[in-house]
Structure formats: structure tokens, C-alpha cells
């Protein structure tokens, strides 16, 4: 039998997901932003669900801007030719950001963030609509709104949850005194932050949002898990040679030896809060690869841990 991606509680008062998470960024494009319109057939995105599915990789990650506005829909006409999929995964997906698009009815000139009671639910009902489901799992505010009314969002909330359109919410991208005031006006816990969060990216062990993970019990989201890939190609930045030579050595330390991106993937769940990690691939080989890490129960020791964080530092621990 094939290995499986764990299933764990993202929050002691839910919500179940898989470990690692189909992130839909790049649904229908590799590189850059024009799309390959071979990943945007339903029957592409349906075999790409299927395909995760069959490896416990059953959450999804979505944000009604990814694509210009468009994969949302994308996703959703997928997953319409088997509808039947949907009580067997879990759709989360994020709102706030508006910038130039011709998906708006009004006129937007300058990117901004909108966190209006209106604007949050407007985008909930065209979310559902554009996914072909009556609920969302869980809705995350993509990026800190300067203008939040922390009053106002939560309203918006409390209504979605009340209506059963949304069934656990949380945020993206925001800081520790940030979600402590929406958390302050909302009867029900935040159940995540998606954060960047990779090798190359630390700051979250510094800034204080892994430690407040810790203390409310709310698994992180990381994306960009492999610092935007970075980390796999060829690069003349001295930090990112130097975690690749971290990374490498690591993974020939175990026997087969791990890729990079699965050396990466094991340095994120070593860190006490278990993140979820969102995966940016489309390659269902790649996909199955990182099965293996639970598989062979892969788990770096602290040398290993610390020796990835020096070469991501440039210097050793203090």
C-alpha cells in the first residue's frame, strides 16, 4: 500500500487536515504568470485532486485572487465532474486583497486590502459559487488590512459561521498583536496563520508567530516552503549556496539519500508546532515523493535541525 500524508487537528477544536496541502497558486501555470491551458481543463485539475486524494493529501489551499481572480472557478469546475469528492477534502481559501482586475464591478485603481463586512461576505458567496459548494472549511484573511476594524471582521465572521458558509476561520500573513485583536472581539479561536516559513525564511521563530502557535495550539500554514524554489535551482546568493550544501549533507546522512525539497520539508516539521505545509507543485511525482518522508519516518535530529538553521543565518547560535 502506498504511503500516506498523516491527517492531524489544525486546532484542538478542529479543523482536521492533511499535513502537507495541495496549494493551487499555480494551478494552471509552472512558471511565471501565463498559463498552460493543458492544467486548466476540469480533467486536469479533477486528476490532480484525485491524485492527492489517493496520497491523504486531501486539503487544498485557495485564495480568491490567485489567478487574477480566476482559479477559484478553475478549482471548482474540476471538482464539479466529481462532485462526490468534495465531503472527502477540505477547501480553504482567503480573502482581502483587491488590485486592478476586471473582476470587480467598480473601478479599482490602487492595490489595497478590504476587510469590510460587506466585502468579506460578497467574496464568501462568489468563493462558494466559483467552487461549487455550499461551505468553505476554512476562510483566512490574506494580508493585514491597515483600515481593519477588528469589531467589523469579526461581524463578518460570526455571520458566515452562523449562516454555515464557513466552518473555521484564521489569518494569513498577520502578526501575534494582530491576531490577538481579532482573536479579543471573536466567541471562537483563530485556527491557523499561513505564514512564509521555510529554511530561508525564519522569521517567525523571531518575531514571535511560531511561539504564539505554540501557545494558542493553532498549527501554522508555511507557504513557499522551498523559499519561492530557490532552494532547488542554481543560484549565485551565498545564503542559498549555503543551504544547499546544509540541506545536501543532511540528506545524505540517511540511507537512500532525501532530495533537497524533502530535507527542507523535514527541517519545517521539526519545529515543535508541526506546520501545515503547502505544497507549489503540479507534478504528481513529486506529490508522491513526499510521502515518503512519513513512510520512512524521517525526523532530523537537533545537530541536523541546527546545522540548516547556521547556514541560514551565516553564523552559528550565540
Request: a neutral charge.
Given at each position: 500500500?502506498?504511503?500516506?500524508?498523516?491527517?492531524?487537528?489544525?486546532?484542538?477544536?478542529?479543523?482536521?487536515?492533511?499535513?502537507?496541502?495541495?496549494g493551487?497558486?499555480?494551478?494552471?501555470?509552472?512558471?511565471?504568470?501565463?498559463?498552460?491551458?493543458?492544467?486548466?481543463?476540469?480533467?486536469?485539475?479533477?486528476?490532480?485532486?484525485?491524485?492527492?486524494?489517493?496520497?491523504?493529501?486531501?486539503?487544498?489551499?485557495?485564495?480568491?485572487?490567485?489567478?487574477?481572480?480566476?482559479?477559484?472557478?478553475?478549482?471548482?469546475?474540476?471538482?464539479?465532474?466529481?462532485?462526490?469528492?468534495?465531503?472527502?477534502?477540505?477547501?480553504?481559501?482567503?480573502?482581502?486583497?483587491?488590485v486592478?482586475?476586471d473582476?470587480?464591478?467598480?473601478?479599482?485603481?490602487?492595490n489595497?486590502?478590504?476587510?469590510?463586512?460587506?466585502?468579506?461576505?460578497?467574496?464568501v458567496?462568489?468563493?462558494?459559487?466559483?467552487?461549487?459548494?455550499?461551505?468553505?472549511?476554512?476562510?483566512?484573511?490574506?494580508?493585514?488590512?491597515?483600515?481593519?476594524?477588528?469589531?467589523?471582521?469579526?461581524?463578518?465572521?460570526?455571520?458566515?459561521?452562523?449562516?454555515?458558509?464557513?466552518?473555521?476561520?484564521?489569518?494569513?500573513?498577520?502578526t501575534?498583536?494582530?491576531?490577538?485583536?481579532?482573536?479579543?472581539?471573536?466567541?471562537?479561536?483563530?485556527?491557523?496563520?499561513?505564514?512564509?516559513?521555510?529554511?530561508?525564511?525564519?522569521?517567525?521563530?523571531?518575531?514571535?508567530?511560531?511561539?504564539?502557535?505554540?501557545?494558542?495550539?493553532?498549527?501554522?500554514?508555511?507557504?513557499?516552503?522551498?523559499?519561492?524554489?530557490?532552494?532547488?535551482?542554481?543560484?549565485?546568493?551565498?545564503?542559498?549556496?549555503?543551504?544547499?550544501?546544509?540541506?545536501?549533507?543532511?540528506?545524505?546522512?540517511f540511507?537512500?539519500a532525501?532530495?533537497?525539497?524533502?530535507?527542507?520539508?523535514?527541517?519545517?516539521?521539526?519545529?515543535?508546532?508541526?506546520?501545515?505545509?503547502?505544497?507549489?507543485?503540479?507534478?504528481?511525482?513529486?506529490?508522491?515523493?513526499v510521502?515518503?518522508?512519513?513512510?520512512?519516518?524521517?525526523?532530523l535530529?537537533?545537530?541536523?535541525?541546527?546545522?540548516?538553521?547556521e547556514?541560514?543565518k551565516?553564523?552559528?547560535?550565540?
Open positions: 500500500m502506498a504511503p500516506l500524508i498523516p491527517q492531524i487537528m489544525m486546532h484542538p477544536e478542529g479543523p482536521q487536515v492533511s499535513q502537507m496541502v495541495f493551487t497558486w499555480r494551478l494552471c501555470n509552472t512558471n511565471g504568470w501565463e498559463d498552460d491551458q493543458s492544467l486548466a481543463t476540469p480533467q486536469s485539475v479533477l486528476e490532480r485532486i484525485e491524485a492527492c486524494i489517493s496520497l491523504g493529501i486531501t486539503t487544498f489551499d485557495l485564495a480568491d485572487i490567485y489567478g487574477g481572480y480566476r482559479y477559484e472557478k478553475v478549482f471548482g469546475d474540476g471538482l464539479a465532474l466529481k462532485p462526490e469528492l468534495r465531503e472527502k477534502i477540505q477547501l480553504i481559501t482567503k480573502t482581502g486583497i483587491k486592478p482586475s473582476a470587480w464591478s467598480e473601478k479599482v485603481e490602487v489595497h486590502y478590504d476587510t469590510t463586512f460587506e466585502h468579506i461576505v460578497s467574496q458567496e462568489k468563493s462558494l459559487t466559483y467552487l461549487r459548494t455550499s461551505y468553505i472549511d476554512v476562510l483566512l484573511i490574506h494580508r493585514p488590512d491597515f483600515l481593519m476594524d477588528a469589531d467589523e471582521v469579526a461581524k463578518a465572521m460570526i455571520h458566515l459561521k452562523d449562516s454555515g458558509k464557513v466552518k473555521y476561520f484564521g489569518v494569513s500573513n498577520h501575534v498583536s494582530q491576531m490577538e485583536l481579532l482573536q479579543s472581539r471573536l466567541p471562537f479561536p483563530l485556527v491557523t496563520n499561513q505564514i512564509e516559513f521555510s529554511p530561508s525564511c525564519l522569521d517567525g521563530m523571531f518575531d514571535g508567530t511560531l511561539d504564539y502557535a505554540q501557545k494558542t495550539r493553532a498549527k501554522p500554514m508555511c507557504w513557499s516552503p522551498l523559499g519561492g524554489g530557490a532552494l532547488l535551482g542554481s543560484s549565485s546568493d551565498p545564503k542559498v549556496q549555503r543551504l544547499q550544501k546544509a540541506c545536501k549533507a543532511v540528506g545524505d546522512s540511507s537512500p532525501l532530495p533537497l525539497d524533502l530535507v527542507a520539508y523535514a527541517f519545517l516539521l521539526r519545529h515543535p508546532t508541526k506546520p501545515v505545509i503547502v505544497l507549489g507543485t503540479n507534478k504528481i511525482e513529486r506529490l508522491k515523493s510521502a515518503t518522508l512519513f513512510d520512512r519516518n524521517i525526523t535530529s537537533r545537530q541536523q535541525w541546527y546545522s540548516i538553521w547556514a541560514s551565516g553564523h552559528s547560535v550565540p
